[in-house]
């Protein structure tokens, strides 16, 4: 059963390596054809009658056997239903793994959807299909054999079933060998251009040779070869790093070095991008210093009584290290949401497509369905950037829906967040226990009974997904008990699960305005997990037994059956423990609670924990067109800032114990301390309003922070807290076994160590941190997974994905719906200068929690920027940071895509503009 | 770039074998003429050769000397041709000597030491080409030359290594496998008894995943077993035909 | 000078031997030979769970209730009476100890040996000092098992004068289990050279020696150059025993003096090239076969 073949490769690697490797070959691998009678396997995945659509062409039922190019790149036809009965060689798929992990993922879906019929076909240990590399033979020449030889053997194979096999491929060289060989072989537009009942596949076909009829008169520059690239980035003559492109300008990027922090190098012009899209990998190659640039954004002004020497010199400072792409080491194109661009001619069928993300440049599509498209969301793939196009090419994939429509605006929303959003399969919700859900009485042998305590939750109103409850008891000996419970997830959600695997993909509950997307099915979320008042429900508990004086004693972790006696909201539990009429049991535990908290919210502050603001808010929905009607910043009373407070001290204390028990893998969350230099906006605005400001350590800056107070500005101080806050670094999961515990450190909170704990049933990390904790405690069995190393820091960051993906689109929908709620109106309200640049402020109104920038452009000639204080100085306006001043907001709609809220400076009124030239004469005057 | 996988999803790993089942295994037995035994043996690519001495007097230190057994002195050595890079030290560094030692210990629990007291048996084992599994070929070859020197064992002892892949058990790990960082668990087993040797685990593996491996393993010692019990059976009815005829 | 020179791969091999003997009861070690429990346990076997396993690889073989496993090789096990040549490798006190290629080293005592001058005389100290002037380290004895301790190891005698040192001379270490038991083991083969085939494997080819020399128990050393012609025919005679026991051919007087018979058609340094040693061989064994 086993054929082998041992042959020896020799590379040279500096010096001389032996490699030796194996390869089997075997006479056990099957063609996988119903059709066939010969080979004695089961499973067969190709069909008996292939039912492709029928193709003018090829007429007879048929398999077909992409070529790797096909696969890269034309995966949105093999992807549509009709494609069936599909061999996809191994040489394909290990062609593709390397090129393209995206390709690989969606290809190996298609492979494991049985309605599909695709066959993976291990050709290269079959014997009768094994090609050896010939002497001066290329690898890919290689491979393109391996897949004719395959191809060949299909077809010798299945001769006397009736069932013929096709080849695609586009490569000309290929189809012609192919040919020679006996093998019918079409390229992808021939075949799918003679499928006439699906004409609609055409306008997916990716566009994969350049066609001289985008011919714009551009010529950029050749890529380097990869062996070069390999070469110079070994000299150090090249560099690699990630392509980011600019926001504001499309000729401008920056890339981040590898390894390198804080190293970019800034990129300018179509040839120094040389057709690099954001995100992708590339390696530039350093400009020789005279040539350096500086963002255009920086632009350089004439300024009273310089020299030119002295505008050189300056404009010598602003410089930047500037290189120029030379190759592209890896793609990393996915699909975008946007529009098309209006055409003139109806009938035209090629079209620019505007991605809504403006990182990404205009792409060139080929449609036949322009007139339907056109003010719709649609999505496109990039499939190639020849170098005599402007725009890269590519091909439409799908639409969404009406432009401005908000279920479209959503869904676009959350495509470009790569937030997963489709409904929970039937196998996750087959995971989901049975209703009516009961206790049974091992569950209580399990578990300690709390449902005699007296617990509590306390959440926002309208909350439903409710996982954490509180409770408060006096003990005999002057001590108090104080218990945190916590939604007990990890009971219904078992590692390995469909349940699991989804949660863990989805790695936390996005909460847009007017939708949450949770990361569980609702009938855990919102039901047998959220620890309702009156029912019974499992959790899982910490018990402290603290003195009057919040000193922990001693610390106890447990399952438990816990029976809430109330869920109140903010508000309510405040006015419980205002109200001093209620002296009733609860009462006095939210006053116990909210003392305790007191106590530990000013130890954790003398510690240096930072108190920080960003400004939230929240949207009153109109319940009928559930349009936004009003917007109000959220607020915040003390029982926020008591539930708070035990949650972090929950979070403390699992984190120790799952840190004690497993030093290698438990999983923690870290907020880095951010360089000095990140603070400098804040040091400079303080200074200018004459405070010290000392940020040598979080302690520091707390204090700093706390001693800046204005009295003629209240909102002074909040307003440098959210500067502050934009000034720190990402917190971050991570696997407690990769960094040293140094590192552990949460400087937001001065904890020496830190986890989250607390909201298992929005947060994935939380699932693995309980199930952690349930091991430490003997409650659980452990499982592989859960003690890997390696697996646990890559889910981790994969978390730190999600969620900081999360946050993003959470932000995009305020933004959304800020923008729908001022649509048609235009207000004047009362903001704050956040920022004073060059040529633009950024203005808060802290009523919405909206910020904004205020474009200085048209004054720039009577504009006097003073870069050291950040003082803008307008005719005889002064602007500094910090500065009230009155906007008026309204919808700029000029361009659909893009809508944004544009502000304009009402108060400090400023100088009339009159026309250029006179301007200039009053300079003169000056 | 993507790294190596390991075991594709069609159930073949990165060589063509599926799981279970072993690399390609070839001996020959009395490859020396000095040598009371001696055997050669290829397990894939891993290629050892191995000669046994002895039962002799002891040498160099009498100190050595045990009153009831027979004293088994290993040597394992490693050609400095045989791995990718030329080693400097063919034997004495860390490495060596650890599996000097586990030759050794493994050993001792199968020959029948009780047979020779005060005496030695000498046990050199040469690799020479590495490719993974460098233990279990050497016990295989070791334990085929101790048969060949007609020194009297318990049983064969029979080694495998085994990890565990993508969720899956694979035995009989090369050389790329067995750099990949998994769990490699390497057993010697007396396969008729099913008596475990040695049993040694290099990095981490989930308890729940053990016994699969361990399972693995042993059904690859067994394996390994009807190989060399094949290889053995051959040998001798060859020799003894051999001779036969000669007394006839 | 001629090299004659052959890659490995040319070898033949010599195992595709047609003959196949399927009655020998062939076992390796760990089989279990029987479960009965009335037999007693011999050589190359032991009880585990009251079954009679095997300890090495080899042919079974019973003898009445006694079974043993004997094994293709091993080392040798002595049996008194035995003849054996065998290397000095240390002087002690009152006693040589010698190598005899079995497990332990073997011990020859001071008064098991013929010293010269006299067969029964008393060991004085005088002789203690003088051991080494008899015996010393690398010299070769043939001799006698005298009997066996306790654990395995041996105790030679020299005590007639057919034993003793030996001269000039080849040394062959064969398989011990090649060397069949006769009567005599010391021959004077008619091609003019002697040889002693010791039971422990160790064969002797020495010049044919004239009887006084012999009866001084070797202690008087010919050291005269041995003529060229002799000198040949030792040669030729160790070509030929090494063939035999290549081709595991039992030894004794008979056989390896077919095979110098056999061989005188080549020249001595032809009988080392494998298909002359085969055809040797081959011939030797017809001839045997012949006369039954």
Same mark, same amino acid.
């Given at each position: ?34 059709? &066939? ?17 029928? +193709? ?25 239903? &009709? ?36 066959? $993976? ?9 094994? @090609? ?15 897949? %004719? ?55 997916? /076909?990716?566009? $994969? ?87 255009? +954004? ?28 030379? =190759? ?132 926002? #109103? ?231 400001? &000392? ?90 997974? /859960? ?62 929690? /909206? ?76 | ?88 030290? #063919? ?88 750099? +990949? ?11 008729? $008894?099913?008596?475990?040797?040695? /049993? ?49 | ?81 035995? @003849?054996?040549?065998? %290397? ?53 004895? $043939? ?31 064969? +398989? ?29 080819? =020495? ?33 030929? @025993? ?51």
């Amino acid at each position: 059963m086993l054929k082998s073949k041992i042959f020896l490769k020799k590379t040279k690697k500096g010096s001389i390596l032996k490699v030796v490797r194996e390869h089997y070959l075997r006479d056990d691998i099957y063609c996988g054809s119903e059709a &066939c009678d010969e080979c004695p396997q089961k499973d067969e995945v190709l069909e008996l009658r292939p039912q492709n659509p029928s +193709s003018e062409i090829f007429p007879d039922p048929h398999y077909i056997i992409p070529d790797t190019n096909v696969v890269l790149h034309q995966l949105d036809i093999l992807e549509d239903k &009709c494609m069936k009965n599909a061999i996809i060689l191994q040489t394909v798929l290990d062609e593709v793994r390397h090129r393209s992990a995206p390709a690989y993922k969606r290809i190996k879906e298609a492979i494991s959807n049985p309605d599909k019929h695709f066959l $993976s076909f291990v050709n290269e240990f079959h014997k009768d299909t094994y @090609v050896e590399r010939q002497p001066r033979e290329t690898a890919n020449d290689r491979n393109d054999r391996a897949i %004719r030889t395959a191809a060949k053997w299909f077809q010798t194979h299945l001769f006397n079933t009736g069932v013929k096999v096709i080849l695609l491929t586009n490569d000309a060289d290929n189809k012609v060998k192919a040919s020679q060989d006996g093998v019918t072989a079409f390229t992808v537009a021939e075949y799918v251009g003679s499928l006439k009942d699906n004409p609609e596949l055409l306008d997916r /076909l990716a566009h $994969s040779k350049p066609s001289n009829a985008f011919d714009e008169g551009v010529q950029l520059p050749e890529h380097v070869s990869i062996a070069e690239v390999q070469k110079g980035l070994k000299s150090g003559r090249y560099l690699q790093g990630s392509f980011q492109a600019s926001r504001d300008n499309c000729l401008e990027a920056v890339v981040f070095i590898q390894d390198k922090e804080d190293v970019t190098v800034f990129l300018q012009g179509n040839a120094s991008l040389n057709r690099a899209v954001h995100e992708d990998v590339v390696a530039v190659e350093m400009l020789p210093e005279k040539d350096w640039s500086y963002p255009s +954004s920086l632009v350089i002004e004439d300024v009273e009584g310089e020299t030119e020497m002295d505008k050189e010199a300056r404009k010598e400072k602003l410089k930047q290290p500037t290189g120029k792409v030379v =190759a592209i080491i890896k793609r990393k194109w996915r699909q975008y949401c946007g529009m098309l661009l209006p055409v003139i001619i109806k009938t035209a069928t090629r079209h620019l497509f505007v991605p809504s993300e403006r990182r990404i440049p205009k792409i060139r599509i080929e449609t036949r369905q322009a007139h339907i498209l056109q003010g719709q969301r649609v999505i496109v793939a990039i499939d190639s950037w020849p170098k005599n196009s402007r725009y890269p090419l590519g091909h439409f994939v799908r639409k969404l829906g009406t432009i401005g429509d908000k279920e479209t605006e959503n869904e676009v929303l959350l495509l470009e967040h790569d937030i997963p959003h489709v409904p929970f399969s039937t196998a996750v919700l087959n995971c989901l226990p049975k209703l009516p859900w009961l206790i049974t009485e091992e569950d209580v042998k399990k578990r300690t009974d709390l449902r005699h305590l007296h617990i509590c939750s306390v959440d926002p #109103p309208g909350c439903t997904d409710i996982d954490d409850a509180l409770h408060y008891k006096p003990l005999d000996n002057g001590n108090v008990e104080v218990g945190v419970h916590i939604a007990d997830v990890t009971h219904f959600i078992r590692p390995g699960t469909a349940i699991d695997e989804e949660a863990r993909k989805r790695g936390t509950t996005v909460y847009l305005i007017d939708k949450r997307i949770d990361m569980v099915p609702e009938l855990l979320s919102s039901n047998l997990c959220s620890l309702r008042s009156n029912v019974d429900r499992f959790a899982f508990t910490v018990i402290w037994e603290m003195t009057k004086e919040a000193e922990i004693i001693s610390t106890r972790f447990m399952k438990s059956i816990i029976n809430s006696k109330a869920s109140l909201t903010y508000a309510e539990a405040q006015m419980k423990i205002d109200d001093s009429k209620q002296q009733d049991e609860l009462a006095q535990s939210l006053r116990g609670l909210n003392t305790l908290a007191k106590i530990l919210k000013q130890g954790r502050t003398d510690k240096g924990s930072l108190s920080l603001a960003s400004p939230e808010v929240r949207f009153h929905i109109d319940s009928e067109t559930a349009d936004p009607i009003d917007v109000v910043s959220k607020e915040l009373m003390e029982t926020n800032s008591m539930v708070e407070e035990f949650m972090l001290l929950a979070n403390v204390s699992v984190a120790k114990k799952i840190y004690e028990e497993f030093p290698d893998c438990a999983v923690l969350r870290r907020h880095p301390s951010p360089p000095p230099s990140n603070f400098k906006p804040v040091i400079n605005v303080a200074e200018a309003r004459g405070f010290d400001f &000392c940020v040598d350590s979080s302690k520091d800056l707390a204090n700093s922070l706390a001693s800046a107070q204005l009295t003629e500005n209240p909102y002074f101080n909040t307003m440098l807290r959210i500067l502050a806050t934009r000034c720190m670094m990402q917190a971050l999961y991570f696997c407690s076994g990769m960094l040293p515990y140094a590192e552990f450190h949460h400087y937001g909170l001065a904890a020496p160590i830190y986890t989250h704990f607390t909201s298992p049933i929005r947060r994935y990390p939380d699932v693995l941190v309980h199930r952690l904790l349930a091991v430490a405690i003997q409650a659980d069995a452990s499982f592989p997974e /859960l003690l890997d190393k390696k697996k646990t820091q890559a889910l981790c960051n994969h978390l730190n994905y999600r969620h900081k993906m999360a946050q993003y689109a959470g932000r995009a929908s305020v933004a959304l719906h800020t923008l729908l709620f001022f649509k048609n109106k235009v207000l004047i309200e009362d903001g704050y200068v956040m920022f004073v640049r060059k040529n633009a402020l950024t203005v808060l109104i802290p009523k919405y929690g /909206l910020e904004g920038i205020v474009k200085l452009a048209e004054y720039q000639n009577i504009m006097k920027f003073d870069d050291e204080n950040t003082v803008q100085t307008i005719g005889d306006v002064i602007i500094r940071v910090f500065d009230a001043v009155k906007v008026e907001v309204s919808v700029d709609q000029s361009n659909i895509q893009h809508q944004h809220i544009k502000f304009k400076l009402v108060s400090p009124q400023l100088p009339e503009i009159e026309e250029g030239p006179p301007l200039k004469k009053q300079k003169k005057r000056k | 770039m993507a790294g190596l996988e390991l075991l594709s999803d069609q159930g073949f790993r990165i060589d063509g074998r599926r799981p279970h089942e072993l690399r390609r295994i070839q001996c020959r037995m009395g490859v020396f003429g000095q040598a009371e035994g001696s055997a050669y043996v290829e397990q894939g690519n891993t290629k050892v050769l191995a000669a046994v001495y002895g039962p002799h007097e002891i040498r160099g230190s009498r100190g050595k000397m045990q009153p009831d057994k027979v004293l088994i002195n290993c040597q394992y050595s490693m050609a400095t041709f045989s791995t990718g890079e030329r080693k400097r030290r #063919p034997r004495g560094d860390r490495k060596s000597q650890e599996m000097t030692k586990h030759l050794q210990q493994t050993f001792e629990a199968a020959v029948l030491t009780h047979l020779y007291p005060r005496s030695q048996i000498d046990i050199f084992v040469e690799v020479l080409q590495s490719d993974g599994g460098n233990y279990c070929a050497s016990v295989n070859a070791a334990t085929l030359a101790i048969i060949d020197a007609g020194i009297p064992m318990k049983d064969y002892v029979c080694a495998c290594s085994a990890s565990y892949i993508e969720d899956n058990p694979v035995v009989d790990i090369n050389y790329l496998e067995e750099s +990949s960082g998994s769990a490699e668990l390497i057993m010697a087993m007396l396969p008729k $008894s099913e008596q475990i040797v040695l /049993l040694q685990m290099n990095s981490r593996l989930h308890e729940d995943n053990l016994s699969k491996v361990m399972d693995m393993a042993t059904q690859g010692c067994k394996d390994v077993h009807s190989i060399l019990d094949t290889a053995v059976r051959e040998h001798l009815t060859s020799s003894i035909a051999l001779q036969d005829s000669s007394v006839t | 000078m001629a090299v004659d020179v052959r890659l490995a791969c040319a070898r033949v091999d010599r195992k595709e031997l047609p003959f196949t003997n399927d009655q020998a009861h062939l076992v390796t070690p760990g089989d279990v030979i029987t479960t009965d429990t009335g037999f007693m346990r011999g050589h190359g076997t032991y009880m585990e769970d009251e079954k009679l396993h095997a300890s090495v690889s080899g042919t079974v073989e019973r003898v009445n209730k006694l079974i043993c496993v004997k094994p293709l090789k091993t080392r040798y096990n002595g049996e008194v009476g035995d @003849v054996v040549v065998a %290397r000095v490798i240390e002087v002690g006190q009152r006693r040589w100890k010698v190598d005899t290629n079995s497990r332990l080293d073997s011990v020859l005592m001071l008064s098991s040996v013929n010293l010269p001058g006299g067969e029964l005389r008393r060991r004085s100290e005088e002789d203690e000092r003088m051991m080494r002037d008899y015996l010393q380290e690398g010299d070769l004895i $043939s001799a006698e098992v005298q009997s066996v301790f306790s654990d395995g190891s041996l105790s030679l005698h020299t005590r007639s004068l057919k034993y003793g040192k030996l001269g000039q001379g080849i040394l062959l270490k064969v +398989s011990p289990s090649l060397v069949k038991r006769r009567k005599t083991h010391f021959h004077n083969l008619p091609c003019g050279a002697s040889i002693i085939l010791g039971n422990n494997g160790y064969v002797w080819i =020495a010049p044919i020696l004239n009887e006084d020399t012999e009866n001084t128990g070797g202690f008087i050393q010919n050291l005269e150059p041995v003529a060229a012609v002799d000198r040949e025919a030792m040669a030729r005679l160790r070509n030929c @025993v090494l063939a035999l026991a290549e081709h595991k051919m039992m030894l004794f007087d008979t056989s390896v003096l077919y095979a110098y018979e056999e061989s005188t058609k080549y020249t001595v340094k032809d009988l080392l090239k494998p298909e002359i040693m085969d055809e040797v061989v081959e011939l030797t064994r017809q001839r045997l076969e012949a006369e039954g």
